[in-house]
């Protein structure tokens, strides 16, 4: 009887191993991005110590090296366009809520997604040129757009300020880019994998990055997804280190930026 059982439950796998291995309605299995969440929880204690002290040496050391040409973009902004120099603006930062509860925050009326936090940029458009537009997808011959901030755009020169934020423990050198919250809401509407970018602090740079130029559709933003919640489930010191050495090309051949 027990040899019978057990012969009837092999047949019962084998067939639906079979099934999903030859039935074009079934999709193909991934891991889940829940999974991809659970993995950057894991990296909490030992592993996001020494992330952080690796990207505090090299913000500061960045910093001090590129000093010259943050002066130099700093006087070319302040020279050719009305307006101030940098370009603050909220972003969503990092969730480090439980799974479980990350639809609830007992502490805003409003559910952000993360912890806000303001991003430092140097201005590459007219002062005050979203009164008129709005947030809208950047365009490749976006009008509101300075001379100078096309060519800052181009060498992603206009994000050097973020090592401050940085240093500040905001964001890291490597990891999602962050997104403004009006944006961030709408997103999420839309993907339901994008908040999970959030269980990641946000980077300079990233996988989605150097592999894909700037967003100008939905279906970008869901490419660029893709390929947060794969750095997430790769994230290390190693994976940074690699993603840093790969940011380099791609600034100097100007892959994306427009």
Do not use: C
């Amino acid at each position: 009887m027990g040899s019978a059982t057990s012969g009837v439950r092999r047949a019962r796998l084998a067939q639906a191993a079979n099934a999903e291995r030859f039935s074009p309605s079934l999709p193909r299995r991934r891991p889940g991005p829940s999974r991809a969440a659970a993995r950057v929880l894991e990296l909490v204690p030992s592993a996001e110590l020494l992330n952080r002290a690796l990207n505090l040496l090299l913000a500061a050391i960045a910093l001090l090296l590129l000093l010259p040409v943050l002066v130099l973009v700093a006087l070319a902004v302040r020279l050719t366009s009305r307006g101030p120099v940098l370009y603050l603006q909220e972003r969503v930062g990092l969730d480090r809520r439980e799974l479980g509860g990350a639809t609830q925050n007992h502490r805003r009326g409003q559910d952000l997604g993360g912890r806000p936090f303001t991003i430092y940029k140097f201005r590459t458009m007219r002062h005050h040129a979203e009164r008129e537009s709005g947030a809208v997808w950047a365009q490749q011959h976006d009008p509101r757009v300075t001379p100078v901030g096309r060519i800052l755009r181009q060498y992603r020169l206009d994000e050097l300020p973020q090592l401050v934020n940085v240093l500040r423990g905001e964001m890291n050198i490597v990891g999602p880019r962050p997104e403004r919250p009006t944006i961030f809401a709408e997103l999420r509407t839309h993907i339901a994998e994008y908040p999970l970018r959030q269980r990641a602090k946000p980077g300079i740079t990233g996988l989605a990055q150097i592999n894909h130029p700037y967003d100008r559709s939905l279906e970008d933003v869901r490419t660029k997804v893709s390929y947060d919640l794969e750095y997430i489930r790769r994230q290390s010191v190693r994976e940074d280190l690699r993603i840093m050495l790969k940011t380099i090309p791609v600034i100097l051949w100007r892959r994306g930026g427009w």
